[in-house]
């Protein structure tokens, strides 16, 4: 049973190139979740989904955008990357949104130079 | 705006000892509360779940406790084994967010000594 698998793993960009984190889950969840993670500070919510074909902002929203593309899978896209986005970005989902528990992909850790 | 603390940052016991993790949190219209264990480069595996109307949960070695009137909410891990090594988030739903958005603590990271 995958779960919920990023990719890739690790990732090195350039300040100004593009990327797009992938994920997908394989256990028919509705909602699904980009957060990221910082040195010494909590996860903190960057787009959210809470059903296919929704999305949402969620705290630090600025300089992502994210496609649902189906039930399965959630994007999040870096049109123009910048140091500041250097960070280890989680997808995450729940089987119906807050009343369950959430279930964590790996983690993709990303560095902008 | 909602706040989550874990005190301390950092916490090194030696195997056979009970862990006290601590989260606590400003805002008590919450809708649940979990506790989260990471290990190193890896993602996060939810322990426990607290919905607010409870006041405890458990699973095996573990205990969480919830107290919403004082903003606390606390974990046991009896007899810690040098597998329990790992960093602890809590994370809180708001009452009004049904949509299972998460504020997250910075965590605790645990060594437990052989």
């Known amino acids: 049973n995958a779960g919920v698998t990023q990719t890739p793993k690790f990732q090195v960009l350039k300040t100004g190139q593009s990327m797009t984190l992938q994920c997908a889950q394989d256990?028919?969840?509705?909602?699904m979740y980009w957060y990221r993670q910082d040195p010494g500070m909590g996860l903190r919510l960057i787009y959210y989904?809470?059903?296919?074909?929704?999305?949402d902002k969620g705290e630090v929203p600025n300089g992502y955008n994210v496609s649902r593309l189906n039930k399965r899978e959630f994007s999040l896209r870096l049109e123009s990357a910048a140091p500041s986005q250097t960070s280890v970005y989680f997808c995450?989902?729940?089987?119906?949104?807050?009343?369950?528990?959430?279930?964590f992909g790996q983690g993709t850790r990303l560095t902008v130079v | 705006k909602q706040e989550v603390t874990q005190i301390p940052a950092a916490l090194s016991v030696p195997e056979g000892e009970n862990l006290v993790l601590n989260c606590s949190f400003t805002?008590?219209?919450?809708?649940?509360l979990q506790w989260f264990r990471q290990d190193p480069g890896k993602g996060l595996t939810s322990l426990l779940l607290?919905?607010?109307?409870?006041r405890e949960q458990t699973s095996g070695r573990l205990n969480a406790s919830l107290d919403k009137s004082s903003g606390r909410s606390t974990l046991y891990i009896a007899a810690s084994q040098p597998g329990d090594s790992a960093t602890y988030l809590c994370?809180?739903?708001?009452?009004?967010?049904?949509?299972?958005?998460?504020?997250f603590g910075a965590g605790t990271q645990v060594v437990v000594t052989p």
């Open positions: 805002d008590s219209a919450i809708y649940n």
């Open positions: 994370a809180v739903t708001k009452t009004t967010d049904s949509w299972g958005k998460l504020q």
């Open positions: 256990m028919n969840h509705n909602s």
């Open positions: 989904s809470a059903s296919e074909g929704t999305t």
């Open positions: 607290i919905q607010s109307s409870q």
């Open positions: 995450a989902s729940t089987p119906r949104g807050g009343n369950t528990e959430a279930f």
